[in-house]
């Protein structure tokens, strides 16, 4: 299953740790590139030192104008999930989601416009009580992916983690 994500607004006050977080955990939990509206553009460095040393070829473009991607993205057969509070439960979703080829996901940073309620194929709520774009993603995530994710070892990483119970292992690829 392919999947990006799209992340429209930003407070006011700039929220740039909550956008990082927004983009960490979307190519940590499996989708390949993110949008962002109105987001500092150091992001685009700090996922890039991300890429260099842990792997993985995930992108993150900064966008003016959410209404064009979400139309292209819907014309290259993307089906269109947006993650609200408001909508149907994430438990009842899930089955048709799962079985869904090519996903957007829309989140939001505050209130969203009503027309993105309108054009979702999918408005999708993990509960109906609010919290953070953060967790409702990851939550998707790894609903549409069941944990495979977490799994996934990249070719092209300086750095590979060794899992243990204690302590630290890290393999460092380009010398051990
Ligand atoms: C801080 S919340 C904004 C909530 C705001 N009151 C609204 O009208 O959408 C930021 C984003 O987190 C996501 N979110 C928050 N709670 C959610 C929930 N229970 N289910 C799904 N997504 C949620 C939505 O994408 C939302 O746009």
Partial sequence: MKIE???IGQRLVRDDRVTTHVALVSRAFGASKI???D???DIKGTISKVNRMWGSDFEVEIIENWKEVIRLKKKDSFKIVHLTMYGESINTAQPDLRKEDKILIVVGAEKVPREVYDVADYNVAVGNQPHSEISALAILLDRLL???QLQKKYFNAEREIIPTKKGKRVMNKTTD
Wanted: positive net charge.
């Fill in 146 to 148: 069941r944990g495979q």
């Fill in 39 to 41: 987001a500092n553009p």
């Fill in 5 to 7: 994500v799209l992340r």
């Fill in 35 to 37: 949008f962002m509206c």
